[in-house]
C-alpha cells in the first residue's frame, strides 16, 4: 500500500516499490562500476566530488536500463493515486561513502520543476545517518528525511538540499540515491532535449552488456 506524509516543501511516499524491486535496484548499485565524479556546485571544487553519474533521458539503455524502469514503475504507480507527474530530463545516480562531503544545493531555478529522488538501499538503518536535509533561504535546516528502502522524496527543484553521508556503522556498499529531475515540469515528449549519440554509447555500454541487462520490467 501507497503512503504518503508531507514535511515542509517534501513529500515523501513509502510503498511504491515491492521488495524484489528494491533487491534488484539494491543488487544493481552494489555491483555498478561505472561510476564517475559527481559535484553539487561545480565551485565547491574537488573536495566535494563524489561518486556518481547524470544520465540523460535518452541515456536509459543498456546497462542503465533499469534507471529507466524504476521512473516508469514510479510514474505508473503515482499517476495512479492521483498525483501529477512530469516527465524526466535526467537521472542523477549517487553512492555516498563514509567520509564524503556532499553539499548544499538546488536542482534548478524554476519553482514548478521537480525532482522525485530515490532510495534503493534494501537495508537502512537509522544510526547509518545518509538522510536527505532541506533548508529555507536563511540557511536553517527545514527538514530532513531518512533514505528508508524503497522510498521517494519529491520536492521543487529550487529547494535547497544536501545528500548526508553514512556514518561509519554503516554496512553495505554505500549510500544509493537515483534523482530524476524535470527542471520545468515537462509533460510533453517533444520538450525532452536529446543528447549526443556518442554519449549514448559511452555511458550504456550497451555493446558489452546488451539490452537486457539488470532488468525490472524486462523488455515489454
Same mark, same amino acid.
Not at 46 to 63: E, H, P
Not at 76 to 83: A, N, S, W
Given at each position: 500500500? $501507497?503512503?504518503?506524509?508531507?514535511?515542509?516543501?517534501?513529500?515523501?511516499?513509502?510503498?511504491?516499490?515491492?521488495?524484489?524491486?528494491?533487491?534488484?535496484?539494491?543488487?544493481?548499485?552494489?555491483?555498478?562500476?561505472?561510476?564517475? #565524479?559527481?559535484?553539487?556546485?561545480?565551485?565547491?571544487?574537488?573536495?566535494?566530488?563524489?561518486?556518481?553519474?547524470? #544520465?540523460?533521458?535518452?541515456?536509459?539503455?543498456?546497462?542503465?536500463?533499469?534507471?529507466?524502469?524504476?521512473?516508469?514503475?514510479?510514474?505508473?504507480?503515482?499517476?495512479?493515486?492521483?498525483?501529477?507527474?512530469?516527465?524526466?530530463?535526467?537521472?542523477?545516480?549517487?553512492?555516498?561513502?563514509?567520509?564524503?562531503?556532499?553539499?548544499?544545493?538546488?536542482?534548478?531555478?524554476?519553482?514548478?520543476?521537480?525532482?522525485?529522488?530515490?532510495?534503493?538501499?534494501?537495508?537502512?538503518?537509522?544510526?547509518?545517518?545518509?538522510?536527505?536535509?532541506?533548508?529555507?533561504?536563511?540557511?536553517?535546516? $527545514?527538514?530532513?528525511?531518512?533514505?528508508?528502502?524503497?522510498? $521517494?522524496?519529491?520536492?521543487?527543484?529550487?529547494?535547497?538540499?544536501?545528500?548526508?553521508?553514512?556514518?561509519?556503522?554503516?554496512?553495505?556498499?554505500?549510500?544509493?540515491? $537515483?534523482?530524476?529531475?524535470?527542471?520545468?515540469?515537462?509533460?510533453?515528449?517533444?520538450?525532452?532535449?536529446?543528447?549526443?549519440?556518442?554519449?549514448?554509447?559511452?555511458?550504456?555500454?550497451?555493446?558489452?552488456?546488451?539490452?537486457?541487462?539488470?532488468?525490472? #520490467?524486462?523488455?515489454?
Amino acid at each position: 500500500m $501507497i503512503t504518503s506524509w508531507q514535511t515542509g516543501p517534501v513529500t515523501v511516499y513509502d510503498g511504491v516499490f515491492q521488495d524484489n524491486e528494491i533487491h534488484k535496484m539494491d543488487e544493481w548499485f552494489g555491483a555498478y562500476t561505472h561510476w564517475g #565524479l559527481g559535484f553539487d556546485k561545480q565551485e565547491y571544487g574537488a573536495a566535494s566530488a563524489t561518486l556518481g553519474r547524470s #544520465l540523460k533521458w535518452d541515456q536509459w539503455v543498456g546497462l542503465h536500463k533499469i534507471i529507466d524502469d524504476c521512473q516508469v514503475i514510479m510514474r505508473r504507480r503515482l499517476i495512479g493515486e492521483g498525483v501529477s507527474m512530469p516527465l524526466f530530463h535526467r537521472a542523477f545516480i549517487n553512492n555516498f561513502k563514509f567520509g564524503d562531503s556532499p553539499m548544499f544545493h538546488p536542482d534548478g531555478n524554476n519553482p514548478k520543476g521537480m525532482t522525485y529522488m530515490v532510495y534503493p538501499n534494501v537495508n537502512w538503518d537509522l544510526n547509518w545517518g545518509g538522510h536527505t536535509a532541506f533548508a529555507d533561504d536563511n540557511e536553517n535546516v $527545514i527538514a530532513a528525511v531518512n533514505p528508508k528502502p524503497g522510498r $521517494i522524496v519529491a520536492f521543487p527543484v529550487n529547494v535547497n538540499h544536501c545528500g548526508i553521508a553514512p556514518t561509519k556503522v554503516h554496512r553495505g556498499f554505500g549510500r544509493f540515491s $537515483i534523482a530524476f529531475q524535470s527542471p520545468d515540469f515537462t509533460t510533453d515528449p517533444n520538450d525532452l532535449r536529446p543528447c549526443h549519440p556518442d554519449d549514448i554509447e559511452k555511458t550504456s555500454f550497451v555493446k558489452v552488456f546488451g539490452d537486457s541487462y539488470y532488468r525490472i #520490467l524486462g523488455d515489454s
